[in-house]
């Protein structure tokens, strides 16, 4: 018998104990879960339509404003946050057939843009604007969320949305004249583009069409198509192959620059075992799909077919922290695969690019690695993977672009562009030179910014269990080298330590807005990220989760130990999964931290399968359907640790109501508890929801972030003793 549905109890009359915040009613409901007695005092909450969750929302908007509005510091704090994001950004080209193509935001721009840089035909450059989201939608709701241009440069496909709901459409424009060749072809989201030669057509992924599976279920199915640009979707062709579309969530493809073979890769969710087809491209059919990785392998792999037609596989086969192997792509089977490039054990392999000489000399492969979560950038032969070298970086920071020149681009051979930031630095492009064995600055971000002085570091602490962790810790400092802060300074602290998701140094306004106030910023390296491969993710995740908190915790004392901060300076933020982070952290050790910011987050772990994404997050957390699994999720799961008589810190919980990933009702009902529960007053220790409409868990102008930024600062620096200025 199941005992899923058994509930009890009337609602219960009892008064708020704080009358200021916005009286919830508060259920007598327990359920009897796989033999636990599990409460849900604000399942009503999970409705956003019932007239006592608008009213309840509606008077929490109220009292947040009241509350933030009246914060000190504002002014100069807006004044700063907006000063430090006018750096703009720009990323490494793609190049294509001569073509530069690129995103850059100016700092007068809401949106990036993408440009294309090109001869003139004077002999001369010229650089102009392809696509610009902000002339699209003036109102800056419309978010530009991948584009891809052919492989011959004259044709760009691109995806956008509009008010944060990520349900990409895909558009392609003329290059040459910006005037759009397809689309809108909607139900894109999360659609990979690959263009076979010539820019006639392309291998995309769409999710099914409304009636093709029961309503609420089409972001869970999706199916890889051949589409000739121009012509009616309906009319495209399904790929097909054993396997391909069983439970799978998400699908990747990839055509080799000859045309010749079509990778597709899938996923079950987000779960970190890799499907693997390859098939031919033959006299314009799509021949059989030949499976080469099942889940059951339970193996990662990025496949692709190189200019030297092997078959490379960047893959975590008896490797956590990944190897380079290569085949025949006729025989791709796992069997046939010769290793390339072994596993480091000091560094995680996160990509690699083909480069081909100036002088016509072998080709090599460039390597990017990061060790600790800091990039390098190797160079090796791609005939037998052996080292030749490494290209220099700026410091100790992380990639965020990596390019070389295509086959149809000679002129640029011999080159690597790289995508370049770390702490202290906006977003901009260095150029490596193989003749010259030099990286310089090719591009830097549009904007100049006077970057606050702040030292920066990486340091080293024991968790828990003993376990080695790394921080990147940021002070107030006249120089990089400068000596720390003579006393204990207020401090904030994040991380994400989740899906295999590495948080590495890079340029953060919000961070260098804390320092600038006198402020220490920590980002931690957490179990359940990728910053030390897949091991480090498996010590995170399922059964392991709460060695994420730990390793949180055990950063907040060694900040404290070390003389940086003190508890009642200490402040979390975190997003999403770093929300989840943040969330527990709270909740076990209310003591320990003064003032949490917790965005956009997962907190009911009991019912996060019933919302928006969650149950394709199953992997990486569990399910409440095992009773084994069910027993993890409630050794941490924050709603239902929020225990009444507790003096819990400061919080503000900031929700989008577009977010059609995590849904804003984990916040609502933690919130509602919490209010409920904590003996901390308005005043000193108050703890607030703060929502945003037309805006979703991912892109957002400049103006709505500078909005979100000041709120989220101010609220902890007011609570945590940082005087703003």
């Not at 300074?489 to 340029?507: D, H, M, N, Q």
């Not at 220790?685 to 409409?693: F, G, N, Q």
């Not at 400049?702 to 609570?719: I, K």
Request: with cysteine; hydrophobic share 40%.
């Amino acid at each position: 018998m199941s005992e899923r549905s058994e509930k009890t109890g009337p609602p219960s009359t009892a008064a708020h104990p704080h009358p200021i915040y916005p009286e919830a009613e508060r259920l007598d409901l327990v359920e009897r879960l796989h033999g636990h007695d599990v409460a849900d005092p604000y399942r009503w909450l999970e409705d956003p339509d019932d007239p006592r969750t608008r009213a309840w929302s509606a008077a929490q908007d109220r009292l947040a404003r009241e509350h933030l509005d009246a914060l000190p510091g504002r002014a100069e704090l807006t004044e700063t946050v907006r000063a430090l994001l006018s750096s703009g950004s720009v990323s490494a080209p793609l190049w294509r057939a001569g073509r530069a193509f690129f995103a850059r935001r100016r700092p007068d721009q809401e949106h990036a843009a993408v440009l294309v840089r090109e001869a003139d035909g004077a002999g001369g450059v010229r650089e102009r604007v392809l696509l610009d989201p902000v002339e699209l939608d003036p109102t800056g709701l419309t978010t530009l969320d991948a584009w891809v241009p052919s492989l011959e440069g004259t044709l760009l496909a691109y995806q956008i949305s509009r008010g944060g709901d990520e349900q990409s459409v895909l558009h392609v424009l003329d290059v040459a004249t910006g005037e759009p060749v397809d689309g809108p072809i909607d139900r894109c989201r999360y659609s990979d583009i690959a263009w076979l030669p010539g820019g006639e057509e392309l291998f995309f992924v769409r999710k099914v069409a409304p009636g093709e599976v029961p309503a609420g279920e089409e972001d869970f199915h999706r199916r890889v198509w051949r589409h000739r640009v121009g012509a009616d979707p309906a009319g495209d062709e399904l790929v097909d192959g054993p396997g391909l579309y069983d439970e799978h969530t998400y699908y990747g493809v990839r055509v080799s620059r000859d045309g010749r073979w079509l990778v597709v890769t899938a996923n079950v969710g987000t779960a970190r075992r890799d499907s693997l087809w390859l098939a031919e491209l033959a006299d314009g059919k799509i021949g059989p799909l030949t499976p080469v990785l099942t889940r059951t392998d339970d193996v990662q792999a990025t496949a692709w077919v190189e200019r030297d037609g092997r078959l490379y596989l960047r893959t975590t086969d008896s490797a956590p922290r990944w190897r380079l192997c290569v085949a025949d792509p006729r025989t791709p089977q796992r069997e046939h695969w010769r290793e390339l490039v072994a596993e480091d054990p000091g560094s995680v392999l996160d990509g690699v690019r083909w480069l081909e000489p100036a002088d016509g000399g072998a080709a090599l492969l460039v390597l990017a690695r990061s060790r600790h979560a800091v990039a390098e950038l190797a160079l090796h032969s791609a005939a037998d993977g052996a080292p030749r070298g490494s290209i220099p970086l700026p410091g100790t920071g992380s990639l965020t672009g990596l390019s070389t020149a295509d086959r149809d681009t000679p002129d640029q051979r011999g080159r690597v562009w790289i995508g370049w930031t770390d702490l202290v630095t906006p977003p901009q492009v260095q150029r490596f030179d193989l003749a010259l064995n030099a990286t310089r600055l090719e591009t830097a971000a549009p904007g100049a910014v006077e970057v606050p002085p702040a030292r920066t570091e990486q340091r080293a602490f024991s968790s828990a269990d003993g376990t080695t962790v790394r921080m990147f810790v940021l002070t107030p400092g006249g120089d990089t080298v400068g000596k720390a802060p003579a006393r204990p300074v207020p401090a904030l602290v994040t991380g994400y330590g989740g899906f295999g998701i590495s948080r590495e140094p890079a340029y953060t306004p919000a961070a260098l807005a804390w320092v600038a106030a006198g402020g220490a910023f920590a980002l931690v390296s957490l179990r359940g990220g990728g910053e030390e491969g897949e091991a480090w993710h498996l010590a995170g995740n399922r059964g392991n989760k709460q060695n994420v908190f730990d390793d949180l915790h055990a950063a907040a004392a060694a900040l404290i130990d070390g003389g940086t901060t003190t508890a009642g300076q200490l402040a979390l933020m975190g997003g999403s999964n770093g929300g989840l982070l943040v969330g527990a952290a709270l909740v076990q050790r209310p003591e320990r931290y003064r003032a949490v910011v917790c965005s956009a987050p997962l907190l009911d772990m009991v019912r996060y399968e019933e919302f928006a994404l969650g149950r394709t997050w199953n992997d990486e957390y569990g399910t409440a359907a095992d009773p084994m699994e069910l027993g993890w999720l409630l050794s941490y799961s924050p709603y239902h640790h929020v225990r009444p008589g507790t003096r819990y810190p400061a919080v503000l919980f900031t929700v989008f109501e577009s977010d059609t990933r995590v849904d804003p009702v984990h916040a609502r009902k933690t919130c509602a508890a919490l209010q409920f529960a904590t003996t901390g007053d308005i005043a000193g220790r108050p703890v607030l929801l703060r929502r945003e409409t037309d805006v979703g868990h991912g892109g957002r102008s400049v103006s709505r972030t500078v909005g979100l930024t000041v709120d989220q600062l101010s609220f902890l620096a007011a609570h945590v003793g940082l005087e703003l200025r």
